[in-house]
């Protein structure tokens, strides 16, 4: 948390079935200040996610009318569903000076970026393609046309690496999320944002 200042915008980004969930679970396992924000999804729930925990379950018309009251701070259809991010929490928590972790697709990370350029990217990559697919494969909750779909999108994804301050690659849950803490750290450590806060405190005088 920073002194009277607002919070670091994290968004962790990548292609489908990289395990940007697992690494978000692992890493909220252990001691953080970090917010979480639950997103918004029309997707059905699986077994054993819970509604505000995991996602906010919303019907298509919901959702819907989540985008046209300009409540989501993003949002992507992705494989057939919505999925998206509540604007007030983010800003809101933002401004209380906390950190707001983020985990969410692409195409929303570039909504984001246009909106918080001075957040910080982290794009999770899969150590090779072959083991993406075979993670996305044995998953086995899905269809063959779903699995399809997803590898498609993966490799539309990997494109978009350039848009990212930081790239880690998920060989290891326990790497990747030491990876992301020690990002988290680096960025409270920055001179800008340091700079800002002393400024602020002589001022203050
Ligand atoms: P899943 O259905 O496996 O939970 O998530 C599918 C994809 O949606 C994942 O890549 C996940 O990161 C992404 N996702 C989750 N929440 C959001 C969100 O609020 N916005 C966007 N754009 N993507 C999200």
Redesign the pocket.
């Known amino acids: 948390m920073l002194i009277d200042d607002k919070g670091i915008l994290f968004i962790?980004?990548?292609?489908?079935?990289?395990g940007?969930?697992t690494v978000?679970k692992r890493l909220f396992e252990q001691q953080t200040d970090l917010k979480y924000?639950i997103?918004?999804?029309t997707?059905d729930k699986?077994p054993g996610?819970v509604d505000g925990v995991?996602?906010f379950y919303k019907s298509k018309d919901e959702f819907e009318q989540l985008i046209n009251g300009n409540q989501?701070l993003?949002?992507?259809q992705?494989?057939n569903?919505y999925?998206?991010?509540?604007r007030e929490y983010v800003v809101n928590t933002l401004d209380k000076g906390y950190d707001v972790f983020?985990?969410?697709?692409?195409?929303?990370?570039l909504?984001v970026k246009k909106n918080f350029p001075n957040g910080v990217f982290i794009f999770l990559f899969p150590p090779s393609l072959e083991e993406l697919k075979n993670r996305i494969v044995s998953r086995g909750t899905e269809s063959n046309d779903l699995v399809t779909n997803r590898l498609r999108e993966a490799k539309k994804e990997i494109d978009l690496m350039e848009e990212y301050d930081y790239v880690v690659v998920n060989d290891n849950v326990d790497h990747a999320v030491e990876k992301i803490q020690s990002i988290i750290q680096s960025e409270h450590c920055r001179r800008e944002r340091i700079a800002k806060q002393y400024k602020k405190i002589l001022e203050d005088e």
């Open positions: 962790l980004s990548g292609p489908s079935g990289v940007k969930g978000r924000s997103s918004m999804t997707r699986r996610e995991d996602y989501l993003e949002y992507a992705y494989v569903n999925y998206g991010t509540p983020l985990e969410i697709e692409v195409q929303g990370a909504q």
